[in-house]
């Protein structure tokens, strides 16, 4: 008995923390489509009567549309505006109660709505006094601490505004055909991007250039946008999936042989080659009817070639006079 008091008497205290996090700490939705988003904090102090969170984010692909205060608790003065100072767009909460005295556990700050602008990622990021001004960065405040401030740490989170989905559908002989992938899917993996297809091929290709060998891919595996695969069809069949448009690219190529994707759209073969321009001795591409290589040789007179265009869903190889890095967008 003696021993087990000595022990609860000189256990260690538990450390104070004051958490800024946000609930969901990541959120999504689709252009022109709005979420909420929490922002809490969870303190260990009974004392609390004042917070403010300044949270950064890109203009650009997010928008903070509205804030609206919490229940819990109810402070006494509460506002919100939006700020762009410093290079940095940020929302700025601020809750106060002179008289109040708040915590411990999960505090409300705000409740923000998040529109979604334009397809991408943003970081929701608490602004510390480096980035924003020491008047606007996210603290938390008790009179009689010094200063009047208390220690914080932070969580940051992030609102990923989703590309618009479609689906693509090409028609695959009995024999091999030589693809890529236009779109990109949430779930990359063979077994997902051909489903459509599963039970009508027995081989799927892609091509090494560091080591100018075939590798065979299985169901578990990733594939990718940007590369060409050769895929063996047992019958004819119409592959079909679903995904957000690819239309940007940025590939590294190797001297010799590159089997290449192509992106969401068709474009004249000198103008989508232009990044290389004068780099590579001749694109090819499987016409899968007759199943041969058509070639286009950028220096041949007009007439001479088979082909003019890169077209969405087809696969390239590139012959490269030394390493270089193809970039190309829709």
Not at 121 to 138: G, K
Not at 210 to 230: A, K, R
Not at 250 to 276: F, R, T, V
Request: proline share 5%.
């Amino acid at each position: 008995m003696v021993l087990a008091v000595l022990a609860v008497l000189t256990a260690p205290a538990a450390a104070d923390y004051n958490i800024f996090h946000l609930v969901p700490e990541d959120s999504s939705c689709d252009p022109g489509e709005d979420v909420t988003v929490w922002v809490k904090v969870n303190t260990s102090y009974n004392d609390i009567n004042g917070v403010q969170a300044s949270i950064i984010f890109d203009p650009s692909i997010v928008n903070v549309t509205n804030v609206v205060e919490g229940a819990n608790p109810d402070w006494y003065m509460w506002d919100w505006h939006i700020f762009n100072l410093h290079g940095y767009t940020y929302v700025k909460i601020t809750s106060s109660d002179p008289m109040g005295a708040f915590g411990p556990g999960e505090l409300d700050i705000g409740k923000m709505t998040l529109r979604c602008e334009a397809p991408g990622i943003s970081s929701l990021h608490f602004a510390n006094a480096s980035e924003v001004t020491e008047e606007d960065m996210t603290m938390i405040v008790n009179p009689t601490h010094t200063n009047g401030i208390w220690p914080i740490t932070t969580e940051d989170g992030t609102f990923t505004c989703l590309a618009p989905q479609e689906t693509f559908s090409k028609d695959l002989v009995k024999g091999w055909n030589l693809i890529s992938l236009p779109l990109t899917a949430d779930n990359m993996t063979v077994a997902n991007i051909m489903s459509s297809v599963s039970d009508l091929y027995d081989a799927l290709y892609r091509y090494d250039a560091s080591t100018h060998s075939w590798v065979p891919l299985s169901s578990s595996d990733t594939m990718e946008n940007g590369v060409g695969y050769f895929i063996h069809m047992t019958s004819a069949g119409t592959w079909t999936y679903t995904g957000s448009a690819y239309t940007d690219m940025n590939i590294s190529l190797q001297q010799g042989l590159n089997m290449i994707g192509w992106l969401n759209c068709s474009k004249d073969i000198s103008d989508a080659l232009s990044s290389i321009e004068g780099d590579y001795w001749y694109v090819a591409r499987w016409n899968a009817t007759t199943q041969k290589f058509e070639v286009y040789n950028p220096v041949a007179p007009n007439g001479f070639n088979d082909f003019d265009t890169m077209e969405r869903g087809k696969g390239y190889f590139i012959s490269m006079k030394s390493a270089e890095t193809l970039t190309a967008s829709c």
